[in-house]
Structures are given as structure tokens and as C-alpha cells.
């Protein structure tokens, strides 16, 4: 398979990111959620991502930040390190503010258009067939819960965003984009702090 270049990459990606958000959109509508005055700010929950794609495209978005703001971005991932690293060897799940979520007051994102599958998936109910058969679903977000138990109670469906294809294309699409060296590169398992204290992922 032809390997990609890093635009033609980040183009692909930009449109899978585009599928999920409608998707995100349709589903939120059905189930009465939005985000408006929101206390429980899902960037403070820990996720760790699984792509070099994904983990390129946060570094293209990065690169384009005013030198003073990346510098501040790059603090705070290192205190997000510290502190999850901290809270792990606890036997805690961290709970720390993404080093991205430049506002905290507003909890908004410092690189929306960059940001992460998860972080545009997390809120709806969604599932997920992985590669060896195995279904696994996500509920959504605590707000979202609260709504869909109402959905439930009154007897209404509640809709389940089937993420399988997206997540099909952005495996074949990690393929594409890291090439042959795939299969003997490290796997990614990182928190975007970590992609952000790495700095852009090596592909060689
Ligand atoms: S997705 Fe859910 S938890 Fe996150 S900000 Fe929106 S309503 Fe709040
Ligand atoms: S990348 Fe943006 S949306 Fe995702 S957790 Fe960080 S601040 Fe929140």
C-alpha cells in the first residue's frame, strides 16, 4: 500500500474527525446534551491515544502556536506528567487539567481543530467491535448518563454512535501514514501531556 504524505494524512484524518463529529452531533441532538455550563469538564479525565496519525496532526497544530503559548503549553504538560505519574503510583485514576485547556475558568480547548478522537467522542453513548470480536461500549459522559436514564425511563431508544468504521478507517490510515516501520516501532500509549512532552513522534 502507497505510504501517505504527512498532508495528505492529516487531510484524511481532518475528514474521519469530521464523520465523528457529525455523528457526535446527531446523537447529542436525539439525547437533549450539551456541553453549555457544563461543572464536570471531561478535559480533566484521563485518556491515553493510540495513534502516530493522531499524535502528528496534535504536533502540526502545536508547531503553529505562538512560540510564548507552546513554551506554556510544554510547562503545563510536565506538571500533567508529574502529577498523573504521581496519582498512578497512588493506584489512583489521575484527574488532572489537560495541559490544552488553555482557559480553565471555561474549560476550552487551546487546539480544538488538532484535538483527539476521544475528546470528540466522550460525551454521547458509544461502542466499538475491536479487531478480535470483542464489543465494547462507552455510556457517554455523566450528563449524558443522567439524560439517557430519562430517554430510557420514558420509554424512548436511545442512540449508540457505532464507532467501528472510524475506527477501521484510522487503523488503515496509521498504516498509510507510518508505512513498513509500523509493526516494529513502539506501540503508542500515550496521554496527550506525554505526546506533548515527547514532542512530534519519530517514524524511523
Ligand atoms: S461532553 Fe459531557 S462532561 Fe464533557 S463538557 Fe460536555 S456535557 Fe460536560
Ligand atoms: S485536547 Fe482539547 S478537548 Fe481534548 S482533553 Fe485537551 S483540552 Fe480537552
Redesign the pocket.
Known sequence: MKKLTPNGAFRKLAAIYDAMVSRYVESAQVIG???DD?A???CLTFFQHHTYVEWAYLWEGLAALPPERLEAVRQRAHEYVEQAREALSRGLRPRVMCPLNLDREQ?LCGLYDHRLMICRM??VPNELVRPDGRRVSFP?????QGLTEGLRAGGHAVPVVDRTPLYKELAALEMRFVGANLRRLPKVDHTIAEMIVLGPPRLK
Request: glycine content about 20%; hydrophobic content about 5%.
Open positions: 446534551l450539551t456541553c457544563c464536570e469538564n471531561c474549560g466522550h460525551g457517554g459522559c455523566q450528563r449524558c
